[in-house]
């Protein structure tokens, strides 16, 4: 494995100007403060890994759209690190950049999407603590601007449906923060998913949005998630056929989708099931975080 990652990286680097060439009118910075940039080269080395990893490397992907599966990788980096820091910045050059591009706008929501999630993470990932009010504004302020980015990618793509089910996710979480316009954007919300749906019925990132989706309303009526779970397990399996066809962007999301199936089938008390659902998790993205402590949860059981 370490091998093949180490190949893929190598190829990267041979790519290296191209993608350098795409990027270079709207050129993200680095995610690091000038003052750490020469510490921490394994983290480099790893995130040189996974973008190499998540890209695939395969001659077929156009260099617009490794540029985009590069920018895709720092975000998910940061999300499975829990880096908000990282994340926050990038997001001025995302918004500051050509607005004509749908795919800008697009990751510009994803960026927001994982910053809402983070700010808004369980107090199991917040050393038991309850979101701060500080989190509860970025949060708001992120669901708000998820939207708003979304609504701009599909006004310039209205058939999207990787927006359309992010924008319904987004709005999904807008209902939650926002009393007075919970049944507006629940409504919303359903709307936008079940057209993702009729777009792209085999679409692995609509499936997991929508089995998510699922799983949240479920648990908040008190059920157990039966058909949750088979939902995600649709969810994973449509990642897993993905994965053969690696010119896909976006292209984020599969390690999510079995972390998500663990938390079902630990509803279920079924803990054999969960651990490998995150063992496979952390063999695509070693460094997720939540899926670690999930893991670990189990194992000291």
């Not at 599909?154 to 359309?164: G, N, P, R, T, V």
């Not at 807008?174 to 919300?189: G, I, P, Q």
């Not at 999510?256 to 079902?264: F, G, N, P, Q």
Request: charged fraction near 25%.
């Amino acid at each position: 494995m370490l091998w093949y990652l180490s190949s893929c990286a190598s190829r990267i680097l041979l790519n290296a100007n191209t993608l350098k060439m795409r990027l270079d009118n709207n050129a993200l910075p680095s995610t690091r403060p000038r003052g750490q940039r020469g510490r921490k080269s394994s983290r480099r080395r790893f995130i040189a890994l996974f973008a190499a990893a998540g890209m695939g490397l395969i001659p077929g992907v156009r260099a617009a759209d490794a540029a985009w599966l590069d920018i895709e990788n720092r975000i998910q980096y940061g999300y499975y690190t829990e880096d908000g820091r990282s994340l926050r910045n990038l997001m001025e050059p995302l918004v500051s950049g050509d607005q004509r591009d749908r795919l800008r706008s697009y990751y510009t929501g994803l960026l927001a999407y994982r910053l809402t999630l983070l700010a808004t993470a369980e107090p199991a990932a917040t050393g038991g603590k309850p979101p701060a009010d500080s989190n509860k504004a970025e949060a708001r302020q992120m669901t708000e601007r998820c939207v708003a980015s979304l609504d701009h990618a599909l006004e310039l793509q209205s058939d999207f449906a990787d927006a359309l089910a992010l924008r319904s996710a987004c709005l999904g979480r807008l209902a939650e923060r926002n009393s007075w316009k919970a049944s507006l954007a629940a409504s919303r919300s359903s709307a936008q998913i079940h057209k993702a749906l009729q777009l792209a019925p085999k679409n692995p990132r609509v499936l997991l949005l929508d089995a998510v989706a699922n799983y949240e309303h479920s648990r908040l009526l008190g059920g157990e998630g039966r058909d949750s779970c088979g939902r995600l397990q649709r969810a994973v399996a449509a990642f897993e056929a993905e994965r053969t066809d690696v010119d896909q962007v976006p292209g984020w999301g599969a390690a999510e989708a079995y972390v998500w199936l663990a938390r079902c089938y630990l509803s279920r008390d079924d803990a054999l099931a969960a651990r490998d659902a995150l063992e496979r998790a952390l063999l695509i993205a070693p460094p997720f975080a939540e899926a670690r402590r999930l893991l670990a949860r189990i194992t000291s059981d």
